[in-house]
Every structure is written in structure tokens, then in C-alpha cells.
Nanobody, 122 residues
Framework: QVQLVESGGGLVQAGGSLRLSCAAS????????MGWYRQAPGNQRELVAG???????NYADSVKGRFTISRDNAKNTVYLQMNSLKPEDAAVYYC????????????????WGQGTQVTVSS
């Protein structure tokens, strides 16, 4: 059974930073592409960033230069470092596992975490 457990969300002031973590179990993490998505109220879930097993990454234009996705295969964990946060970054952030990177864009797999709330005050 695949489990993805996100952590690290919270309340931060605009311009601040947070680091999200997603611990995975039940998959062969080292060969799995992983991604982060977010969903704000009234909006569709959108891709934030993806990373392949080999470390190739892609980012939504809205977060390029501010967010960094990384992974630690020894810990079966993927991270999302978020800097220079803006009020429009506020959303529930979801971890996704076993996706595909195609034409430099991450497409989601079937496995999702429960989400972690990020709130950014202005």
C-alpha cells in the first residue's frame, strides 16, 4: 500500500520561507518520479514542481526561481523548499508519486498524499 505523508506546512508572512516534506512508503522510491501540486479554494489543482528519479526537474512558471524540489532517496523523501512566498502561493499542497516526466513536464501518477496547508499573510 502506497502512503505519502506531507509535513511542513503552516502560516508564514509574505517574503518568508517554508520547506515541505513528503515521506513515501510502499513504492520503490528511488525509481519513482515525484511531484508537488497545490490547490487553492475555488481553483483546480495545479502542478508546482516535478522531479525524476535522476534528478531532472520542472517547475510552474509562477514558482521558478523561488521554489526548489529535491529528493533524498536514502530517506524516501521529496522536499519542496519555498522561498519568497507570496499570498498567492497559499493553498493546500499535495505530494504525488509515480508520475511521468514527458517533454520536460511532470504528469501525475496515481498516488496522492493528504495535503498540507500553506497560508501566507500579507
Amino acid at each position: 500500500q502506497v502512503q505519502l505523508v506531507e509535513s511542513g506546512g503552516g502560516l508564514v508572512q509574505a517574503g518568508g520561507s517554508l520547506r515541505l516534506s513528503c515521506a513515501a512508503s510502499g513504492i520503490i522510491f528511488s525509481i519513482a518520479a515525484m511531484g508537488w501540486y497545490r490547490q487553492a479554494p475555488g481553483n483546480q489543482r495545479e502542478l508546482v514542481a516535478g522531479i525524476t528519479s535522476g534528478g531532472s526537474t520542472n517547475y510552474a512558471d509562477s514558482v521558478k526561481g523561488r521554489f526548489t524540489i529535491s529528493r533524498d532517496n536514502a530517506k524516501n523523501t521529496v522536499y519542496l523548499q519555498m522561498n519568497s512566498l507570496k499570498p498567492e502561493d497559499a493553498a493546500v499542497y499535495y505530494c504525488n508519486a509515480d508520475g511521468r516526466m514527458w517533454h520536460s513536464r511532470y504528469y501525475p501518477g496515481n498516488y496522492w498524499g493528504q495535503g498540507t496547508q500553506v497560508t501566507v499573510s500579507s
